[in-house]
């Protein structure tokens, strides 16, 4: 089964029932199907055929959604992207995709204007929620009326859905190639460890673009046959207004948006009794943070991880049972995981070692990359670069990365891209950018700077000039300008010296 049949199947089984809800607006099963074949003709009229990639650049609308499925209508490559991207990061995921079609809103048309001109393959622009004359109208597709599509043939196992976008450590994104039996396979895993029926209600406010949302606020929502309350943006009160309005039994978020309901000073108390379960993923939680919105909302967080890679979602802690506050949890049915050595040898229980993943969720490869693909999925495991452990209970615990990412909100910041753009400063000799315990958002970057002989630059400068090139979350909360950066005797940069130096300055807790 690919994604449209996913859809299909469960418009037949519960057309009137609510696939979205976004502000008053509710759009059932049977609305959205009729809306996804509308786009999906008026994509194929526009050319676009099996493999053929489309980008979405737009936040939580319910166009998003149409859009992403019309994709698998054609068997077309979903390619959703960060809307904070500046021009520059997304003309390389366009140009690296082949994107030829770009559906955006008014907000961000510009970005996509500045775009156009330097990505050969992007042949047509569309606009959902107005007009303009140099884009197409992407609402007069979905509105338009057209027969359910048939999808063209190809092997669900094997061809991509989607192409999400994720930094490396070469400092330019790799394009995570997902099929539909990936996504679906992830779906059906999390269908018994969240215990999902069809009365069940998402708070979407995590973006549609990112692994967690996309798996677990849409796919899930879909092949459960429940119901998604989308969110444009993240708001402490608006969360729990929609909570309290539509009845929503089930939270995904990151810990950071844990943290800011937390600390947020309510204009009043929220109805939540119809809210089941919280799911944390893409960070870790901090035990304070989960134990204490526990207590105050009585409801339970049940903690998670998984990369982009595994589409994304690879262990929970259990709704029922044991618990374990700081663990991940245990891997969910059909996900095997291990801890390997550096030789990828098992290690025994309690030792620590690299997380390793395996199972019908684990990408096709990283689009274009066989090398990086090759050395991610050494043994047929997939590497997911983080240091952890397992207890007696088979409870996995993340306890350092192995890369030097960084988490901001959980949204991840790869040093190597910033320091990409500071060593292109004309004042830049060397640069250094490592995390910083932050308690709203988790981490923060943290920029080290060794100016060139006799050049002068301002912290306010170069925060500046980061800023004209990264997306906000990337960009350093501080510089600092050093004489000399710490080195090994080979001439790497021991960043580990930089990271103490932080926690020093901060005191208990660090990163």
């Not at 809307?83 to 955006?104: C, F, H, M, Q, W």
């Not at 549609?208 to 798996?215: N, V």
């Not at 998604?228 to 729990?240: I, W």
């Not at 870790?284 to 991880?305: L, S």
């Amino acid at each position: 089964m690919n994604l449209f049949e996913m859809l299909l199947q469960t418009t037949q089984r519960h057309p009137d029932q609510k696939a979205l809800l976004f502000h008053d607006r509710s759009i059932t099963y049977q609305q959205l199907l009729g809306a996804v074949s509308g786009v999906a003709k008026g994509f194929r009229e526009l050319g676009i055929e099996k493999g053929d990639r489309v980008g979405l650049l737009m936040p939580n609308l319910p166009q998003f959604v149409m859009a992403y499925y019309a994709c698998q209508a054609l068997g077309a490559i979903a390619v959703p992207t960060n809307p904070l991207l500046k021009p520059d990061e997304l003309r390389y995921i366009y140009n690296d995709s082949g994107v030829e079609v770009a559906i955006t809103i008014p907000l961000l048309a510009d970005v996509l204007r500045a775009v156009k001109p330097q990505v050969p393959s992007l042949a047509h622009l569309l606009l959902a929620g107005a007009e303009a004359p140099d884009f197409l109208s992407f609402d007069a597709l979905w509105q338009q009326p057209a027969p359910v599509p048939t999808p063209p043939e190809f092997n669900p196992r094997e061809h991509p859905a989607v192409f999400l976008y994720t930094s490396g450590t070469t400092g330019f994104p790799k394009g995570c190639m997902l099929s539909h039996r990936n996504l679906i396979a992830n779906c059906e895993s999390c269908v018994p460890v969240l215990e999902m029926t069809p009365g069940d209600n998402f708070v979407t406010v995590l973006p549609l673009f990112h692994a967690f949302a996309g798996t677990v606020c849409m796919h899930l929502a879909i092949h459960v046959g429940c119901t998604s309350t989308l969110l444009e943006r993240f708001s402490p009160d608006g969360v729990l207004e929609a909570i309290e309005k539509h009845r929503c039994t089930i939270f995904p978020a990151v810990p950071t948006m844990y943290a800011a309901i937390l600390h947020f000073h309510l204009p009043r108390e929220y109805d939540l009794s119809s809210l089941r379960v919280c799911v944390s993923g893409g960070a870790p939680m901090p035990v304070a943070v989960m134990q204490a919105f526990e207590k105050r909302f009585n409801v339970a967080i049940v903690e998670g991880d998984g990369p982009t890679e595994c589409s994304p979602v690879t262990a929970v802690n259990p709704l029922k049972g044991l618990r374990k506050p700081g663990s991940i949890g245990l891997p969910i049915p059909g996900v095997e995981m291990k801890i390997f050595d550096d030789n990828d040898n098992e290690v025994p229980v309690g030792e620590l070692g690299e997380i390793v993943v395996r199972g019908e969720n684990v990408m096709l490869g990283y689009y274009n990359l066989p090398e990086a693909t090759a050395e991610a999925m050494r043994s047929g495991w997939y590497h997911t670069g983080d240091i952890g452990k397992v207890d007696e209970d088979g409870f996995f615990y993340i306890v350092d990365r192995k890369k030097d990412m960084i988490i901001v909100g959980g949204l991840n910041v790869y040093p190597r891209e910033v320091e990409e753009v500071l060593h292109t400063h004309p004042a830049v000799a060397e640069a250094a950018v490592v995390g910083e315990y932050d308690e709203l958002r988790g981490e923060a970057p943290v920029a080290y700077v060794v100016l060139k002989p006799g050049a002068e630059a301002t912290e306010r400068e170069i925060i500046r000039y980061c800023r004209q090139r990264l997306a906000n979350f990337k960009v350093p909360r501080r510089v600092e300008f050093r004489e000399s950066l710490p080195k090994s005797g080979t001439g790497k940069i021991l960043k580990r010296l930089l990271r103490k130096e932080v926690e020093q300055e901060q005191g208990a807790g660090g990163v």
